[in-house]
């Protein structure tokens, strides 16, 4: 076996594990190949783990290093590397976690990891201007009813069944990483990078839900109507979401 | 748009650093005195971020190196177009006065290895690297630079030396060299190869970029090998490799490259100044 497809499909067996048989191909000088081998086996290991900590590091606080690190291995397995970018290594993470812990008491970590991928993935999203308020007072008034909100590529919509976004806060650098009661009620969470840095707004589940209805193309009108958010709620809610500057355009 | 770019077509031949997050609250504040940056191309190639930001900023005082870890040219599989487009963005957007990527493949049956892999030195992989390469030039409509890497074993059907392989790509592509002298002395201790054979192989005019950096050695069977880490500093048989190397190819931008345990900022200026001391020599033994 000597054509080159055969060496690397060899070579990526050994790098997952596949196999650990010696590979004739390979010249020990010294050690045994299988040994040199082991080098680039770890080193592919060490630099997917690298990349899920650095995307995960709440989760990997939470849960410690090691089981973080089971969960990596796992996740490697049924989701190796697709991408020369190591960013989008965590991007199945929630999912494959969904499913892993699904029906456990743990089944909650999947929130949790969501909403870190979203805080990663909101980090690199495009930039984009931001729509002023005044954009809406701009609007006739039977204009108001069916517009339309555009908002910034980097929004993210986390809902949490648990206090996702208080668990998230405690385990930061800085903070104590004392327990939350998760039974203390689900957490919305809208996520966006701002001028700065990413930022992370609670807000409540029927804003969440009107937030959510306008972002999948409906008009205020009707994302008032299937988020069931109180009319007298909105105002606040529409201050909040341009000051915040997570609306790029009104229409 | 061409304003406000530091710097010219080609890397100045002094020495440059790599720019790292540990360090970005020393430039954001200030303009450390370095002669240019290289970054990790993935790392600034997004469509947003703190890290886009800050390099569009920083491009106007300092020349720019675009240093690719993801494509995976070696491999047999077809080049990832996203990733390329990508790459070609991030050219547009920050001009940069070098683009360079590894001689290596990376990708297999669809998974992605996301480490440097060594090739066997055969006419195959001669030919398919510098297919690569040159589809990438061509997406890029530039040079590219391409870079020997470390090697932890060797194949026993390669027909060429590491040298002689390197410069047949650089023939069949039109590419340049990104001569990584840390990699040269690691084959030589892991592998055996002759790190002054490999130089004197290489073109004089194909380097455009040298690489020092620091490497970790640990036993195996009773052998040494030395691990490719980036996590201290130039050794000095590598810096005594370097000479060798400026002899033969004359001043060549050089890079301190530093990815793991980052020491402070100082540290990294105070390799970049011998490494310019270096050349420094170079250039008065030139005039």
Do not use: K
Request: hydrophobic content about 45%.
């Amino acid at each position: 076996m000597r054509a080159l497809h055969e060496v690397q499909h060899a070579f990526g067996a050994w790098l997952l594990g596949r196999t650990d048989d010696a590979p004739e191909w390979a010249v020990g000088d010294g050690m045994a190949p299988e040994a040199r081998l082991r080098v680039y086996r770890n080193n592919s290991r060490a630099l997917f783990e690298q990349a899920l900590q650095l995307t995960y590091p709440v989760l990997r606080r939470r849960v410690g290093a090691d089981y973080f690190q089971q969960l990596g291995h796992h996740y490697r397995d049924a989701h190796p590397s697709r991408s020369g970018d190591l960013h989008e290594v965590g991007r199945d993470f929630p999912r494959f976690l969904a499913a892993h812990l699904g029906g456990t008491p743990y089944a909650w970590l999947a929130e949790l990891s969501l909403l870190e991928w979203s805080v990663a993935d909101a980090g690199v999203a495009a930039e984009s201007p931001v729509a002023a308020a005044a954009s809406l007072a701009g609007l006739a008034p039977e204009q108001v009813a069916s517009a339309l909100f555009t908002f910034v590529p980097s929004l993210r919509l986390v809902r949490g069944s648990v206090p996702v976004l208080s668990v998230w806060r405690a385990n930061q650098p800085d903070a104590d990483g004392r327990p939350v009661d998760l039974a203390s009620g689900g957490e919305c969470v809208l996520v966006h990078r701002g001028s700065d840095d990413v930022e992370l707004r609670l807000v409540a589940p029927l804003e969440f839900a009107f937030v959510e209805a306008t972002a999948h193309g409906a008009t205020l009108d009707a994302a008032l109507e299937a988020s069931r958010l109180p009319l007298a709620a909105l105002p606040a809610l529409l201050h909040r979401l341009f000051a915040d500057r997570v609306i790029a355009a009104v229409a | 748009m061409t304003s406000g770019r530091a710097g010219g077509l080609a890397l100045p031949a002094r020495a440059g650093i790599g720019l790292r997050s540990a360090h970005f609250a020393e430039f954001a504040a200030g303009r450390p005195d370095v002669a240019f940056l290289e970054v990790h191309t993935e790392n600034y190639f997004h469509d947003g971020g703190r890290e886009r930001a800050l390099l569009e900023r920083l491009r106007a005082d300092y020349p720019v190196s675009l240093h690719g870890v993801g494509l995976a040219l070696g491999s047999v599989e077809p080049l990832d177009r996203a990733h390329v487009a990508r790459v070609a963005a991030a050219v547009r957007r920050f001009e940069p006065a070098a683009v360079s990527e590894h001689a290596c493949w990376g990708r297999a049956d669809g998974v992605h290895f996301n480490d440097l892999l060594p090739l066997p030195f055969t006419d195959e992989a001669v030919l398919g690297l510098a297919a690569r390469v040159g589809e990438l030039q061509d997406a890029l409509g530039r040079r590219i630079l391409v870079e020997n890497v470390s090697q932890y074993l060797r194949f026993r059907h390669s027909t060429l030396l590491e040298g002689e392989f390197l410069a047949a790509v650089v023939a069949e592509s039109g590419c340049g060299v990104l001569l990584d002298v840390n990699n040269l002395y690691v084959n030589s201790v892991n592998v055996g190869f002759d790190p002054l054979a490999t130089i004197d192989a290489i073109p004089v005019g194909a380097v455009g970029e040298i690489h020092l950096a620091g490497h970790q050695r640990r036993d195996i069977d009773g052998r040494p090998l030395l691990l490719d880490d980036h996590g201290s500093r130039v050794c000095e048989d590598v810096w005594a490799l370097y000479g060798r190397a400026l002899e033969r190819f004359g001043p060549v931008a050089t890079l301190i490259e530093w990815d793991t345990n980052l020491p402070p900022l100082d540290t990294l200026l105070a390799e970049a100044r011998r490494a310019d001391a270096a050349l420094g020599g170079c250039h008065a033994r030139a005039a």
